[in-house]
């Protein structure tokens, strides 16, 4: 009898160290929707949960059909140390990432190393208004320095500086295209980060600071037209914010976040 449960204990443990080492990546799907709130899948998952790849995708259509977020497809390498608490991954995707992504650390602490992803203008449009009356298209890329990341309870504490630029902006509300190119910068204290916008070119000029805090955006900032653009960029301005005029007879625009 005791021969036959240690019998029985040697093929359970076998079994489980062979769903382990074989998990497959399609399994991984289900894992990401339920964190997401359905938001994100794994779309045509190969692979295991060790070596595999999948493209990035929101919810599924009625159909089934599940349409990419993001270009390509994203290949991971997972050290099988990660069940001891040793985290050790990989991340690349050549459309997308400018370099592959290492992703260390142990139960709580990651490091993240520096790269930049390539994300969809269209995108901006889910930040609500008045981005998704705009409909903004142009190209969009967030890049990152080392970022240090910390679980605190259920919250993730962030440390390093981020930067979103948005190259060649235009929306379907303007006849000219493009609108300018933007840079916001976010430096991250933990829960907080201080943002910074501002325009490196074109005629429709963006300004401002603020800050995230657990989540709530505050911004102030303005919009205006550089000079012999003032009328041809007046209706999109108005859709903006309130017009507040200065010293020097100008009307800018106000932006305001809170």
Do not use: C
């Not at 009356?133 to 440390?159: I, M």
């Not at 980060?193 to 955006?217: D, I, V, Y």
């Not at 309130?242 to 010293?247: D, E, G, I």
Request: avoid cysteine.
């Amino acid at each position: 009898m005791r021969r036959s449960l240690l019998w029985l204990l040697a093929a359970l443990l076998g079994a489980a160290a062979t769903l382990l080492l074989f998990f497959p990546a399609a399994w991984m799907s289900s894992m990401v929707e339920k964190q997401t709130g359905g938001r994100l899948t794994l779309g045509d998952a190969q692979g295991t949960l060790w070596r595999g790849s999948a493209f990035i995708g929101g919810a599924a259509s009625a159909g089934g059909a599940v349409t990419p977020l993001l270009p390509g497809r994203f290949a991971w390498k997972l050290s099988p140390l990660a069940l001891a608490g040793v985290v050790d991954l990989e991340l690349a995707n050549e459309q997308a990432l400018a370099q592959p992504v290492n992703f260390n650390g142990g139960w709580t602490q990651w490091r993240l190393s520096p790269s930049a992803l390539l994300l969809p203008a269209d995108g901006l449009a889910g930040l609500g208004a008045p981005l998704n009356t705009l409909a903004p298209s142009g190209r969009v890329k967030l890049s990152w320095t080392t970022l240090e990341l910390a679980l605190q309870g259920d919250r993730v504490d962030v440390n390093g500086r981020t930067t979103l630029e948005m190259a060649d902006m235009s929306s379907k509300l303007s006849p000219i295209k493009p609108l300018g190119t933007y840079q916001l910068a976010l430096d991250w204290r933990g829960q907080q980060a201080q943002l910074e916008l501002h325009s490196l070119k074109g005629p429709l000029l963006l300004s401002g600071k603020g800050s995230l805090q657990n989540g709530r955006l505050q911004f102030s900032g303005q919009a205006q037209a550089a000079d012999g653009y003032e009328q041809t960029l007046g209706n999109l301005l108005n859709l903006l914010g309130q017009r507040r005029p200065t010293s020097d007879g100008k009307n800018i625009i106000a932006l305001e976040f809170r």
